[in-house]
C-alpha cells in the first residue's frame, strides 16, 4: 500500500498525494452525510481516518494523526450512540437539538484542559511534533466536535469551524495541500449544514434529543 504516500498530481506547485486525495475526498463525504443526519457519517468518517492516519503518521504529524485514531474510535462510539437509543425523525435520520449552558460548559472546558494538556505534552517531547500547539489545538478540537456530533449537538459545526481555523493554514504549512483545499470546502459545508441543524433544533421543527444517554 505504500502508492498511497505516491504523488497522485501537482496543483499550483503544491504535491498531492494518493492518500491525501482519498482520504478526504471520504471525509468530505462523510460531512454531507452528517449534514443529511444520516448514521452512515460514521462508518465514513472510520474509512477516511484510517487512509489520512497512514498519510499523517509517516509526516511527523504527531497531532493530526492522533486526531485520525480520535476520528475512528469515536467513529464506532458515534455509530452506536446514532444507532441505539437516540430519537429519530419521520425520515428515520437522527433528530438534533442545541447543547445545554452545562454541556457547552464542559465541552469548552474540556477543550481548553485538553489543549493545554497535549500542547504540553508535544513541547516536552518536541519529536512527537513539529507544530505542538496547532497540533494538540487540532487534536483535541476534533474529539470535541465529534463527542457534539455524537451527541446530536448543533455545537457540532461551531467546533468543527474552530478546527478548519487552524486546520487549513497547517496542512498547507506541512505540504497537505490537497488536506488544506478540501479544509476551504468543508468550512462551506460546515456552514449549511449548521443552518440545517439549526433550523431543526427549534421546538417543534422535530423531536428532541433527550439529553447526555450514555
Known amino acids: 500500500m505504500t502508492w498511497l504516500n505516491s504523488e497522485a498530481f501537482t496543483v499550483l506547485e503544491q504535491r498531492i498525494v494518493w492518500a491525501d486525495l482519498i482520504g478526504n475526498l471520504i471525509g468530505l463525504t462523510a460531512l454531507a452525510l452528517g449534514w443529511r443526519r444520516s448514521v452512515w457519517t460514521w462508518p465514513a468518517q472510520f474509512v477516511s481516518g484510517v487512509i489520512l492516519f497512514g498519510a499523517f503518521a509517516t509526516s511527523h504529524m504527531t497531532g493530526s494523526a492522533g ?26 435520520s437522527v433528530a438534533v437539538r442545541f447543547a445545554t449552558w452545562r ?43 465529534m463527542y457534539a456530533q455524537s451527541r446530536g449537538m448543533v455545537e457540532f459545526w461551531f467546533a468543527w469551524l474552530l478546527v478548519d481555523l487552524v486546520g487549513v493554514p497547517l496542512n498547507f504549512a506541512n505540504g497537505y495541500a490537497f ?30 434529543l433527550e439529553g447526555a444517554a450514555a
Not at 486526531?67 to 428515520?92: N, Y
Not at 454541556?103 to 469548552?108: S, T
Not at 477543550?111 to 505542538?132: E, I, Q
Not at 488544506?180 to 428532541?208: H, K
Open 67 to 92: 486526531k485520525q485514531v480520535v476520528v475512528m474510535i469515536v467513529a464506532v462510539w458515534g455509530w452506536r450512540q446514532w444507532t441505539h437509543g437516540r430519537k429519530h425523525a419521520e425520515d428515520g
Open 103 to 145: 454541556e457547552r460548559g464542559f465541552m469548552a472546558g474540556a477543550a481548553v484542559l485538553g489543549t493545554l494538556a497535549v500542547g504540553g505534552l508535544f513541547t516536552v517531547y518536541p519529536s512527537l511534533s513539529w507544530d505542538a500547539w496547532p497540533d494538540a489545538y487540532i487534536f483535541v478540537g476534533t474529539l470535541v466536535a
Open 179 to 208: 488536506s488544506g483545499f478540501v479544509y476551504v470546502i468543508y468550512g462551506a459545508l460546515v456552514l449549511w449544514g449548521m443552518r440545517d441543524w439549526w433550523l431543526r433544533s427549534r421546538p417543534g421543527a422535530e423531536p428532541v
